[in-house]
């Protein structure tokens, strides 16, 4: 479909805000990536279904990011609409513990909420960039916590070709580290969540410190980064294993492993995203090579062509056949 006619569709729809040929380097932490066919900011969960509705009709290939935090995007970009739940600020307190919001609003937002009213739970994010969107589809969070301590249900428009509002309790994401069984192409429109009140003064404040400040001594702030590259294998750390094989530092142009956290992969000035995804696979390599672990990927990708299958894309039907979801992000 050309770009003309997919813009005169998403015009007619009134889906939100669209942006032709957008260049995701700009929604991306790591500063890297090609332009889509057109991003679409929905206002609401109306306009979202809508859009997904209209995308599924016209076989138009989608993604769904929040932040972009821990994506990366190839060179040439995606072809397809991105969708981009930025504009779905909803906040409502609906109990004295419990919140539901927007996929778009930021957790840190949220973790400044709960730290505020000593209500404990998401301690485990501070620092944590992006949306609570996002963190919901990959159990974001860290050693001292991850987003299922709290999560509750989420509103999640499905993909095609059977395009719905539902509601899905926490408990039937099957949240486990970094991944939750989101069904493909599904994009999170509304998080509800709950907490626990603390009857010590300050305490979570306290705790949300002592996490923000560990983070900040451990992992590299003021460079371009997508968090943490690589998941931890069983009983292990990725970092300590890219360390141990003396890895910290190596470049791939612009591209260069953390010296401060080897699992953070930077992008020190112009790096490509070719370049970026290089590094991660000589680095990926070396450990396999000198300890025999073979490191998963934690950063999503897109766009690249031999992406694993990820949770917030959907591809349009091939030779007949209905494919959801072959790329995607956190």
């Not at 991850?146 to 309790?169: A, F, K, N, Q, Y």
């Not at 001594?217 to 997508?226: C, D, F, I, L």
């Not at 950063?299 to 990820?310: A, C, E, N, S």
Request: charge should be neutral.
């Amino acid at each position: 479909m050309r770009i003309r006619a997919l813009d005169g569709a998403l015009q007619k729809a009134r889906v939100g805000e669209i942006r032709l040929e957008e260049r995701l380097a700009n929604y991306t932490y790591m500063g890297v990536g090609g332009p889509c066919r057109a991003l679409v900011r929905p206002p609401d969960l109306v306009s979202l279904e809508r859009l997904i509705k209209l995308l599924g009709e016209l076989e138009v290939a989608y993604v769904a990011i929040g932040g972009g935090t821990n994506l990366l995007v190839s060179d040439q970009g995606f072809d397809g609409v991105v969708v981009s739940t930025d504009a779905l600020q909803e906040w409502t307190e609906t109990s004295s513990s419990s919140l539901r919001t927007g996929s778009g609003v930021t957790t840190s937002r949220i973790v400044r909420w709960a730290a505020g009213r000593n209500l404990s739970g998401l301690e485990g994010l501070a620092g944590v960039p992006g949306t609570i969107g996002g963190a919901s589809v990959m159990n974001a969070g860290g050693t001292w916590g991850d987003i299922s301590d709290s999560l509750m249900r989420v509103e999640v428009v499905t993909g095609p070709p059977e395009v719905h509002t539902v509601t899905v309790e926490a408990e039937a994401l099957n949240l486990a580290y970094r991944s939750s069984s989101l069904p493909a192409g599904s994009v999170i429109g509304r998080v509800e969540l709950g907490f626990t009140s603390e009857e010590e003064p300050h305490a979570v404040e306290r705790r949300t410190t002592e996490t923000m400040e560990r983070r900040l001594n451990t992992q590299p702030k003021g460079v371009r980064s997508a968090g943490s590259t690589f998941k931890n294998p069983p009983g292990d750390a990725a970092g300590r294993l890219i360390e141990a094989c003396g890895l910290k530092g190596m470049r791939e142009g612009a591209a260069e492993v953390s010296e401060k956290h080897a699992n953070f992969m930077l992008n020190t000035g112009n790096a490509t995203a070719t370049e970026i995804r290089t590094l991660i696979e000589r680095v990926r390599e070396q450990v396999r090579i000198k300890t025999g672990v073979s490191l998963d990927l934690e950063v999503g990708t897109l766009g690249f062509g031999d992406d694993p299958v990820l949770r917030t894309v959907w591809m349009p039907p091939v030779k007949g056949r209905r494919e959801a979801g072959r790329m995607a992000v956190p």
